[in-house]
Structures are given as structure tokens and as C-alpha cells.
């Protein structure tokens, strides 16, 4: 059986169960903007060649939004993939990018919007995030920032 090269255990980073809050910035999805809890919920699978991930929010005492990701390398490209699934109901997305030290960002390309979703994991038993989307891949909008505690 093939062994997980090191760009597939440095998934492993993602791993584990992650609470915080996350602040919602106004936007097309949300015009008010709110605060909100997550907790995502990621286990090493797949024999150590991807990461599984579920991802909960909730907002004044009732769930807003949930999301499935399944990370794993591209060895041709060399880039870190993140196959996600939400409740929006859009079918699936694809994520791509790379490490930079110890902040992964990714990328995603639609036939409106470029999304760029970044986490910062260089603190142990913390990461923070940004979501962001834009038009024209100069101007950047701020969608949702967020700080999450390792839990187990």
C-alpha cells in the first residue's frame, strides 16, 4: 500500500475539533452582518491521504449555516484541494492553494467571483480565518473573520 507523503501529513494540521466565534461582515448574503459560533469538526481519513471535515454555525441560538470539506493534495499541481459541500445548495465547490509557512490559503474561481479563504494555524491550539470575495481579483471584500480554540 502506498504511504502518505509529507505534504499529505501536513494536513493533519486541520485535525481536531475547533470552536470560536466568527464575525459576519455586511455583504450581498448578509446585509446587517452578525457575530456567530462555529465549531468544525476534522478527522484524518481516507488512510492519511485527506482530511474530512464538518463545519456547524450557529447564530442566536439556531444553526445558519453547515458545510462538508474534504482536503487532500494534487501531487500534479502541487497544491492542497478542499472539495466543500454547504447548505447554500450550490453543489460542490472546489478550493485550491498552497501553505505559507503555517497559514494555507485557498482559492476558488466562479463565473461571477473570485473567494479566497485563508487560516492562520502558526499559534498551537489556535487558528484564525478569513473569508473573502472579489470581482476582479484586485478589490477584496472582507465576508467573515474568525477565531477558533482547539477543543480535544
Do not use: C
Not at 448574503?29 to 481519513?45: E, I, Q
Not at 485557498?106 to 480565518?129: F, H
Amino acid at each position: 500500500m502506498p504511504k502518505p507523503t509529507a505534504e499529505y501529513e501536513r494536513l493533519e494540521k486541520l485535525a481536531g475539533i475547533w470552536t470560536g466565534g466568527e464575525t459576519l461582515h455586511p455583504s450581498p448574503w448578509d446585509p446587517k452582518g452578525r457575530v456567530a459560533r462555529a465549531t468544525t469538526r476534522a478527522r484524518v481519513a481516507l488512510a492519511g491521504f485527506g482530511v474530512v471535515a464538518n463545519y456547524e454555525q450557529t447564530s442566536d441560538g439556531q444553526r445558519s449555516f453547515e458545510g462538508h470539506g474534504v482536503y487532500t493534495w494534487d501531487a500534479k499541481a502541487g497544491e492542497v484541494v478542499l472539495h466543500w459541500f454547504d447548505s447554500m445548495g450550490m453543489g460542490v465547490d472546489e478550493f485550491r492553494g498552497v501553505w505559507e509557512g503555517d497559514r494555507l490559503r485557498l482559492e476558488r474561481r466562479n463565473a461571477m467571483e473570485l473567494w479566497r479563504m485563508s487560516s492562520d494555524r502558526s499559534k498551537p491550539g489556535r487558528v484564525t480565518s478569513r473569508m473573502e470575495a472579489s470581482q476582479d481579483g484586485k478589490s477584496w471584500t472582507v465576508m467573515f473573520d474568525g477565531s477558533y480554540a482547539r477543543e480535544d
